[in-house]
T-cell receptor, first 116, second 116 residues
């Protein structure tokens, strides 16, 4: 079974600074998808960014970017110019590209605090 | 697009009682997922529907749990003879069948269950 590990239970960053959240995963598959989801306090989970394993180019969405290292099975999230609204739980997730396997495997999350 | 909705948002019950949760997916999303999230953990997959067919069930889904999606629209998750260990946030997500990473799961706000 696939496992996703987030080794940083909590992180903090000064407003306007940059922070990197780490994620590693274990899989024997060669094709898969990786995601970062954000879960603000008492609010629903929303997708931040996604990456296809066969793409070497790292995904970028505005202030959010990833560093995807397939050989190392690492998928870190970089948040630039951090804003107060970025404070949330961040979950890394894995989904197989195998037909019929659609569920997400999540890590345990990293709680990000943004300091004004 | 009104988003995924879940009812009730909170449920307190006594051990041994039955509870039922409802999920209304985004319209035209033919895939629907149930996840369970306990405190300090990431969501864990429970079950998945494509239209009205339940295609996959996790081993976490004991025989006290049953899920339905009649007519391929809303879904219900029932827990019979609740136990204190069932206390968790139950999340619903929906997606439209697509190709690869473009198939994004959109999450509802969840139903928080407390079993006394």
């Amino acid at each position: 079974a696939q496992t996703v590990t987030q080794s940083q239970p909590e992180m903090s960053v000064q407003e306007a600074e940059t922070v990197t959240l780490s994620c590693t995963y274990d899989t024997s598959e060669s094709d898969y998808y990786l995601f970062w989801y954000k879960q603000p306090p008492s609010r629903q989970m929303i997708l931040v960014i996604r990456q296809e394993a066969y793409k070497q180019q790292n995904a970028t969405e505005n202030r959010f970017s990833v560093n995807f290292q397939k050989a190392a099975k690492s998928f870190s999230l970089k948040i630039s110019d951090s804003q107060l609204g970025d404070a949330a739980m961040y979950f890394c997730a894995y989904r197989s590209a195998r037909g019929g396997a659609n569920n997400l495997f999540f890590g345990t999350g990293t709680r990000l605090t943004v300091i004004p | 697009d009104t988003g995924v909705s879940q009812n009730p948002r909170h449920k307190i019950t006594k051990r041994g009682q039955n509870v039922t949760f409802r999920c209304d997916p985004i319209s035209e999303h033919n895939r629907l997922y149930w996840y369970r999230q306990t405190l300090g953990q990431g969501p864990e997959f429970l079950t998945y529907f494509q239209n009205e067919a339940q295609l996959e069930k996790s081993r976490l889904l004991s025989d006290r749990f049953s899920a339905e999606r009649p007519k391929g629209s809303f879904s219900t998750l029932e827990i019979q003879r609740t136990e204190q260990g069932d206390s968790a946030m139950y999340l619903c997500a929906s997606s439209r069948r697509g190709q690869g990473v473009s198939e994004t799961q959109y999450f509802g706000p969840g139903t928080r269950l407390l079993v006394l």
